[in-house]
Structure formats: structure tokens, C-alpha cells
């Protein structure tokens, strides 16, 4: 009997090409808006039919997950089946490629890439409502990660409008090996809380996405450079490429991203910052389009 062929699911990188903090509810949970892109580069997750679930490590990253049974994989696939009174089981492998704790989103975009594959291997309907709440039970980010399309996000995640048109942007992302925790991020904020940005329709090539998001931020960008200055160096090298027409952190950081208008450039200077700084992660990617 031919062996079965894993489901395959990228957890693409989550960038946050903007991200302004609006307010604070009561309950202590932080109002967003944000534009999210994903990029070609990220963690991919398998998963074949087993008589319980579980989860395997393989990649570069492996060292800095938790136990599996504390992964957050676990726990979407767990409630997922519960959810839908799912009997089966799955053996899930995750192939961790993208550092931890970097403001990429990965283990938002490694829940979701699981629920995508258990989805699909389970045989449950992707358009069931029931979904959109799961995912937001499972944190704020992995909504938007389970759709892995361009979109504005608003709340605390669950107000998402899909952007019908987005150019795919070379960029390079760079983590320089340290991990920031979000909830010291937003406690280290300050000041006065962020207007909300109505992101234009008419924003469709590279060169109009980089004029609108000139007037935007990432209003945890100052507190995470206080709290990791290596921050700062890497938006620094990330800004002297040639061709580099925008640079920010991404999320609660540390990772760092730059936009280039050609491949050409954005291949370079990750081939120079790499060779520059040998203990900081090095990616060149493209934004997926919308």
C-alpha cells in the first residue's frame, strides 16, 4: 500500500506594513489598525491521517519552540476537532524556519497554516462561520494569518477587509537574533493613542503603496528600540541599501522589513547585510499580492 502524501500548508510571514494602536478597551486588550501583507518566505506545516494528534519539529528554529503539547498548533488542532466532533486524528510536522518571537507572525501563521491542512484533511467546509471565531479564540493575528491575503485589520483582529488589488513588493526582512516580548512592548508605549488610516483602493503599484505608507508608522517601534536598541541597527543598515525606499519594524518586532521597487536590489542588500552582520537572520522576499 502506497504511503500517504502529507498536506502541505505554508505559515507565510506576517508583515505589518503599518500599525497604529487606536485605543484600549477595558479589558485591557490593545485597538489596532493595520495593513498585513505576507511574504514568500515563512514556516510550512504537514500533516497525514494518525488515530490521535500530534505534533513533530524540524528546521533551523527548532530550539527556541516550547514542547509541542504547549504549541499553539496543538491547540487549534485540538479545539478544531472538537469544534466539528472531528474523530480522526493527525500526525502534524512543522518546519520552523522563521525566527521566534519576531513580530512576523509566526506562530499565529503556524496555528493557521494547521487549521488550513486539518481543514482540508478532515474534510470540513472552509466557508463554515463557525471558523472566523476559532481563529480569533486562538489570538489576534491568526485570523488575517488563516487568510494569508492582503488586508487592512482593525479591532483586535476580527475586522478584516481583504484589499481587492495589491502589487507584490520586493523587500528584505532582518531579525537580528533577540526576541522582544509583546506585552513589555505595549507596556513600554506611550503617548497619545494613533488615527485610524483609510487605506486607498487606488494604491496598486509599488511606488503609490510607499508615498501612502510615508504617512503612516508603527506606533511600537519607538518602545521595542528601547527595549532592544539592536533594533535601531538594523533599521539603520536596512536604510543605507541602495534602493531601499522604506524601512520598518514589523509588529512588536524584531524583525525589520525594507521595501525595494526591483528584486535586483532587495537580492543584493540582503546578500550584503548578511555578510555584514553574520548572527542576524537574512531574508529576501516578495510580498504576495493581492
Not at 2 to 14: L, S
Not at 180 to 196: H, I, L, M, W
Not at 264 to 277: E, F, P, R, V, Y
Request: aromatic share 6%; with cysteine.
Amino acid at each position: 500500500m502506497a504511503a500517504e502524501h502529507p498536506i502541505r500548508e505554508p505559515a507565510p510571514a506576517k508583515i505589518n506594513l503599518y500599525l497604529h494602536v487606536t485605543g484600549k478597551r477595558d479589558n485591557g486588550y490593545h485597538l489596532l489598525d493595520s495593513l498585513v501583507v505576507f511574504a514568500n518566505a515563512g514556516d510550512r506545516l504537514e500533516a497525514v491521517s494518525a488515530d490521535t494528534i500530534t505534533l513533530d519539529y524540524a528546521g533551523p528554529f527548532v530550539d527556541a519552540l516550547p514542547a509541542p503539547e504547549k504549541n499553539l498548533v496543538m491547540r487549534a488542532a485540538r479545539q478544531l476537532a472538537e469544534l466539528f466532533s472531528v474523530e480522526a486524528g493527525a500526525h502534524m510536522t512543522l518546519h520552523k524556519n522563521l525566527p521566534v518571537a519576531s513580530g512576523i507572525g509566526g506562530g499565529s501563521a503556524d496555528a493557521a497554516a494547521a487549521l488550513r491542512a486539518l481543514i482540508r484533511l478532515w474534510h470540513i467546509d472552509p466557508n463554515d462561520a463557525r471558523l472566523a471565531k476559532l481563529a480569533l479564540s486562538l489570538g489576534a493575528d491568526v485570523p488575517v494569518c488563516l487568510m494569508t491575503r492582503p488586508a487592512v485589520m482593525r479591532g483586535i483582529g476580527e475586522d478584516l477587509r481583504l484589499l481587492a488589488s495589491f502589487p507584490g513588493l520586493p523587500l528584505v526582512l532582518v531579525n537580528p537574533g533577540v526576541g522582544v516580548a509583546t506585552p513589555d512592548v505595549f507596556k513600554a508605549r506611550s503617548g497619545e493613542f494613533s488615527a485610524s488610516v483609510e487605506w486607498p483602493e487606488s494604491a496598486t503599484d509599488v511606488n503609490t503603496v510607499i508615498d501612502t505608507l510615508r504617512n503612516t508608522k508603527n506606533d511600537l517601534q519607538a518602545p521595542a528600540v528601547s527595549l532592544a536598541p539592536v533594533i535601531a541597527d538594523v533599521l539603520a543598515a536596512l536604510e543605507n541599501q541602495p534602493g531601499s525606499k522604506l524601512t520598518r519594524m514589523s509588529g512588536s518586532g524584531a524583525t525589520c522589513f525594507a521595501i525595494f521597487e526591483r528584486d535586483s536590489d532587495a537580492q543584493a542588500a540582503a546578500h550584503t547585510i548578511a555578510n555584514a552582520a553574520p548572527g542576524w537572520w537574512v531574508q529576501a522576499a516578495s510580498v504576495y499580492g493581492a
